[in-house]
């Protein structure tokens, strides 16, 4: 069986989870604590990050823009999460980085990594400026949201996209700790309500961090 | 004429740079100066980073994944920079991400983003403990480069890829400050020797921002 080492607050691993899950694609999830970095792990990836593919002829696809382009690649036949014309494309791609890029490094990590991961990778207590800086800046990226899907049936146009499963990754891992202000932004709360309702989203909405549980409406379909 | 904005300090720009000249796809290079949050650029890009493109039908692709990707698929005549193999392809953009990604979070912001970009920028004044990170983390990368350029000819496999553009449109930049130690590391400098004999990148060896010229070494093929 194709397995997936894979993070359950990591947002490329969730992308991926999403993905498979898209394109109808089996896989087993391994749950892998890089910072453990572990030798058998170490030496399927020698950045020691999550997520990481192993298909079931051995091949090993490291990485998340690696990943996300092979699965479009080598399973063409499946759901294609990009559309057919090159500009589109670029836009998908586009917005994907914003969210796994720019919201990662102004929003996820100064939430998520500071309050969580932090913790659960034992690197000290959180740094209370960065916490501030992001729960500032998430106003605006969810302004983003709301300035899109008002325009377009999707984020980045009128099909669902690997923009939209790169958005609502990095989301989730910000909701899991009760840091995303859905009331104040309904029409983002709108577009997210539409993903929570996919079945590719099932198993994000089920992760269960032993000692670090989220709150009750992470799940909840209607919140 | 098909026109560029870009940042001669900017490792994704270098990238695109590079990609375009090694395709034969001539363009008009515009240097941009993000920080300045131009109106006309903003329009363009709401993240304000460069490079961006502008193709002569008015298309405009945004960002360094979206644009790398688009060159590829947007040229299918032109030379080809990704291999056909799909695990293959993967390799090349595991490799492509480590330097556009992790090199850039570990050595080029924390020595060409606090010794140049922040003065370019009026951002303030250098952070010596990320300097001395940036001269720490660079000899494990340059020893990555000489494990890789030891097994195969080109860092990703037997032909020249993107992978070679990404490492060293990361490492030119950190050249430019003289904070390579190519003499520490000669498989690391033979294989960047052959990179700088390339026409594709005359340009980025003339590179010269006022008032910061490069060190002399820095466009010397026989370095």
Redesign the interface.
């Known amino acids: 069986m194709r397995i997936l080492y894979h993070h359950p607050l990591n947002v490329l691993s969730r992308v991926v989870r999403i993905t498979l899950a898209e394109k109808g694609i089996p896989f087993e999830p391994v749950i892998e604590r890089p910072w453990e970095r572990r030798d058998a792990f170490l030496r399927m990836t020698?950045?020691a990050e999550v997520p990481v593919l192993v298909e079931e002829d051995g091949?090993v696809?490291?990485?998340?823009?690696?990943?996300i382009?092979?699965l479009e690649?080598?399973y063409p036949d499946n759901t294609q999460l990009l559309p057919r014309d090159?500009?589109h494309?670029?836009?998908v791609?586009?917005l994907?980085?914003?969210f796994l890029?720019?919201f990662d490094r102004e929003v996820t990590e100064n939430l998520v990594g500071e309050k969580l991961m932090k913790r659960l990778s034992g690197q000290g207590h959180p740094f209370a400026p960065a916490i501030r800086a992001g729960l500032a800046n998430i106003h605006y990226h969810l302004d983003?949201i709301a300035f899109l899907s008002e325009r377009r049936p999707w984020l980045a146009g009128p099909t669902f996209t690997l923009a939209d499963i790169a958005a609502a990754a990095a989301l989730s891992c910000v909701d899991y700790i009760d840091n995303v202000p859905w009331d104040k932004n309904p029409e983002a709360k709108d577009w997210y309500a539409r993903i929570k309702s996919r079945p590719s989203f099932r198993a994000i909405l089920a992760d269960n961090i032993t000692g670090c549980p989220p709150p009750r409406h992470y799940a909840d379909l209607d919140f």
């Open positions: 020698p950045a091949a696809i490291v990485g998340g823009w690696a990943l382009e092979y690649e080598a090159v500009v494309r670029a836009e791609r586009r994907a980085d914003w890029l720019k983003y």
